[in-house]
C-alpha cells in the first residue's frame, strides 16, 4: 500500500503529471537496460514494491529513492540542474518588475 501524507493532497495536477512522467521514464531506463524490479531494488536497498511505486510517479516515495534510480542511470548529475537559480524564471520576471517599479518611482522623484 501506498505512503499517504496530507501534503500530497495539495500536489497541482502539473506536479503529478511531471513525477508520473519521470516514474514512466525510468521504468522505460530500467527495461532498456533488461534489468528487472528486483535488480534495481537489489541495487538501491528497497523493495519490488518501491521501486514499483516511483515507477507509477507515486509522489510517497523519497526524492532519495528517484535520486538513486537516476544515478543507477548515470544521470544523477541532472537532479543539480533542476533549480538552478539562472533557470528560475519566475524569480527573475520578479526580480525585473520590482527594478522597473523601482525605476518608475525614481522618475517620479526626479
Known amino acids: 500500500m501506498s505512503k499517504s501524507s496530507a501534503h500530497n493532497n495539495f500536489l497541482p495536477p502539473q506536479a503529478l503529471q511531471a513525477m508520473q512522467a519521470l516514474g514512466a521514464d525510468l521504468a522505460l531506463a530500467r527495461k532498456r537496460r533488461k ?20 515507477e507509477q510517479g507515486d509522489p510517497g516515495v523519497g526524492m532519495g529513492i528517484y535520486a538513486l534510480a537516476l544515478w543507477l542511470m548515470g544521470r544523477s548529475s541532472a537532479l543539480s540542474q533542476l533549480a538552478l537559480p539562472e533557470l528560475d524564471m519566475a524569480a527573475l520576471d520578479q526580480d525585473i518588475a520590482l527594478a522597473l517599479q523601482r525605476g518608475q518611482k525614481r522618475k517620479a522623484f526626479a
Open 35 to 54: 534489468q528487472s524490479l528486483r535488480e534495481w531494488a537489489a541495487r538501491m536497498g528497497v523493495s519490488v514494491r518501491t521501486v514499483q511505486r516511483m
